[in-house]
């Protein structure tokens, strides 16, 4: 089935723009994490947020969600690893899915826009986003994996099963899980991915450098350039007009992955923006 | 004393940025009316507005009320007739008091965006905005007074004091109060303002036409290109960047008057935006 519109992120923006489209009875997929947004759960006080007065992170985070189970929207919590337009609409690439759509709106935040040094150059040459996808070429080979949030430590496992070795790179502050004897925990962070015609090697902070033949980058965001390609950024956010637009037809853009400021009340009224430029959209679409 | 910022509206987005200079301490002016904003009031139920689910538009408006009261932001209700940008910051005239700010919030809705034919070329030439600053000129002539708002029909009883004859035309949905002899209420709406060097005639929809001295049009709002001259509109609405900018340096908007859709989530977004531009705004004015 082709969906009228799928949400790339679960963040306020992508909230808001879900509970618009659920209330015009649009068909949608919304991609994210079902917890909903890290970034608002670690808000300490939030004084500013229209609505809801002096409240902590933690428990706006919970309203969103509660108000979201009411509505009857779901959080689909597969990675979306890359997005194609393909002139009459858009294919998601989540895992080894593909899901149609008339329109895209992507609110996939800021946190994670830049990738590291030779991430993009080597995608699809031995950087790959997707464990379950590509893991399967690297049985016997030496992989490293970024591990950019605890929910997908489980990639590392499923790597571990494939690979002869497996460099843990931990991207996030809680404690590593117990891992297979192949899965060395590494100390010292990514400065670089560094390769030919194929990936070739790890450069770690302190200069360091191990011969790796695939890496896998497993974060709760792919950087909107490496996502969707022709995509028009601007430093490193995505450029769109007042009324969200984006370079490509009926691809939108929301909240922090759109710019300054980083702000969840910002980020609610791109949302609400964005799905009512969608509406028009499919609208236009449908007289086509 | 020169405000670093005056907002002008009392709508969600003049909220917003009300709650966000607060946060950051600025000295601000916040005009609108005591009890926020009749658009949100009307509301029957408000279905898309995240973080306050399910909700009727009296008790959201409550709740905005309440927040902005806990942060000891008050509302100022005389009506803001006229603004100038000086070239070093802005005059805002309310009622016969000047007051002065570095920077500007245009706030003020779009309800009230379109004036009477006449009203615009007319406007300081009959026609007047302000019926304590300006009705001594009528002193036994005969003026009209269109009230948009139950508010602000004490204006009558002050015309009625110093003209021979008030036409009152009422803009609202309650039951006019009694009135002094000399006021006639009028069933029939404005449709023209007339004159030449000066207001000469009113016409009515039905297309009699009524010889008046003098307008005094008292609305929630005045139209935005009235309001401030020089300002650059779109259509009916304020023109703005993504930043919220106006064509007029240190002059933000933000909310409805700058355009659809008419949300309030959007609403409070761009409240946020504009606030957050104030603020970099009197940051680079610190450095000059």
Redesign the interface.
């Known amino acids: 089935m082709k969906y009228d519109c799928i949400i790339i992120g679960s963040g306020?923006a992508g909230?808001?723009a879900a509970?618009?489209l659920k209330?015009h009875n649009k068909e949608f997929l919304w991609f994210g994490q079902k917890d909903m947004s890290r970034k608002v759960r670690i808000s300490e006080k939030i004084?500013?947020?229209?609505?809801?007065?002096?409240v902590t992170g933690e428990e706006?985070n919970g309203?969103?969600l509660?108000?979201a189970e009411?509505?009857g929207i779901e959080i689909n919590d597969q990675i979306v690893t890359q997005v194609s337009f393909t002139g009459k609409g858009f294919m998601a690439l989540a895992g080894n899915d593909i899901f149609e759509s008339k329109a895209m709106i992507l609110a996939t935040g800021a946190a994670n826009a830049k990738g590291f040094p030779g991430e993009d150059e080597l995608l699809g040459r031995g950087v790959s986003y997707c464990a379950t996808c590509d893991g399967f070429l690297y049985k016997g080979k030496t992989v490293a994996a970024f591990i950019g949030d605890k929910n997908y430590e489980h990639e590392v496992n499923y790597l571990a099963g494939l690979a002869s070795r497996v460099y843990y790179f931990k991207g996030f502050k809680d404690e590593a899980s117990e891992m297979p004897e192949n899965v060395e925990l590494q100390d010292r962070p990514i400065k670089e991915i560094k390769g030919g015609l194929k990936v070739g090697s790890l450069i770690r902070t302190d200069g360091t450098e191990i011969p790796v033949d695939g890496v896998f980058i497993l974060r709760n965001s792919v950087a909107p350039a490496n996502l969707l390609h022709g995509l028009e950024l601007d430093g490193p956010h995505i450029k769109?007009?007042?009324q969200c637009r984006t370079n490509i037809k009926g691809c939108f853009a929301c909240g922090d992955c759109t710019?300054?400021?980083y702000?969840i009340?910002?980020?609610?009224?791109?949302?609400?923006?964005a799905a009512?430029e969608v509406l028009d959209y499919l609208a236009e679409l449908d007289k086509e």
């Open positions: 306020p909230l808001s509970l618009n209330l004084a500013n947020y229209p609505g809801v007065p002096m706006l309203i969103f509660k108000q009411e509505m769109v007009d007042r710019g300054r400021p702000q009340t910002k980020a609610v009224g791109e949302g609400n923006v009512h």
